[in-house]
């Protein structure tokens, strides 16, 4: 099950489970279209995978099955990401 994280790990743009800004990689690092389109470029920061709208949890699935309170908050470490994204960003995800 998500843990619908309700903020972008990046810059802590609030997403709640019924925004449809946001994007998730496979292991749900959460972020917003706006960081996507400007920076990201389908790119997880933390694990090179892609990135995928995430569903919406319906409101009535929402009292037995909540969104998470944690908050991930960590803004990316441009010069470290930028070259790790100019290496991967060209490569289908399929194939990373
Ligand atoms: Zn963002
Ligand atoms: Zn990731």
Same mark, same amino acid.
């Given at each position: 099950? /998500?843990?619908?994280?309700?903020?972008?790990?990046?810059?802590?743009?609030?997403?709640p489970?019924?925004?449809?800004?946001? /994007?998730?990689?496979?292991? %749900?690092?959460?972020?917003c279209?706006?960081?996507?389109?400007? /920076?990201?470029?389908?790119?997880? !920061?933390?694990? $090179? $995978?892609?990135?995928? @709208?995430?569903?919406?949890?319906?409101k @009535?699935?929402?009292?037995?099955?909540?969104?998470?309170? @944690?908050?991930?908050?960590?803004?990316?470490?441009?010069?470290?990401?930028? !070259?790790?994204?100019?290496?991967?960003?060209?490569? !289908? !995800? %399929?194939h990373?």
């Amino acid at each position: 099950m /998500l843990e619908i994280r309700q903020n972008c790990e990046n810059c802590n743009k609030a997403l709640p489970p019924n925004s449809t800004d946001a /994007l998730i990689c496979t292991y %749900e690092c959460t972020w917003c279209t706006e960081c996507n389109d400007n /920076l990201l470029h389908n790119v997880c !920061p933390n694990c $090179g $995978g892609n990135l995928e @709208k995430r569903p919406i949890r319906p409101k @009535k699935e929402l009292d037995s099955n909540p969104a998470t309170d @944690k908050v991930v908050y960590k803004p990316i470490d441009m010069n470290k990401y930028i !070259p790790m994204r100019e290496r991967i960003k060209s490569i !289908p !995800p %399929e194939h990373r």
